[in-house]
């Protein structure tokens, strides 16, 4: 059975640092593309940043040059260094894991940025 489980979200000040990590079970991690993706409340979850099996990353426009996806293969983990955070990065956070036809998702973990 896949299981991907979020965590490290949270409330914080803007301008303020957040690490999300995703562990990744009952799957070939290393296969796997991984992403990130938020939802803000009333609107469509987006990707945030992904990672690909050897390592290639993209971002959205919103975060690049703030955040920082990565993946630690050995711990079955991804993942994404939020920096410069504002309060338009409000939302639940969720984990993605992709290979062909094989799509899992994690349960999300919220991030509210506000002062």
């Known amino acids: 059975q896949v299981q991907l489980v979020e965590s490290g979200g949270g409330l914080v000040q803007p301008g303020g640092s957040l690490r999300l990590s995703c562990a990744a079970s009952?799957?070939?991690?290393?296969?796997?593309?991984m992403g990130w993706y938020r939802q803000a409340p009333g609107k469509q979850r987006q990707l945030v940043a992904d990672?690909?099996?050897?390592?290639?990353?993209d971002y959205a426009d919103s975060v690049k040059g703030r955040w920082t996806i990565s993946r630690d293969n050995a711990k079955n983990t991804v993942y994404l260094q939020t920096n410069s955070l504002k309060p338009e990065d409000t939302a639940v956070y969720y984990c993605k894991a992709e290979y062909f036809r094989f799509n899992y998702w994690g349960q999300g973990t919220q991030v509210t940025v506000s002062s």
């Open positions: 009952g799957l070939v991690f290393s296969i796997y593309t």
């Open positions: 990672i690909t099996s050897s390592g290639r990353t």
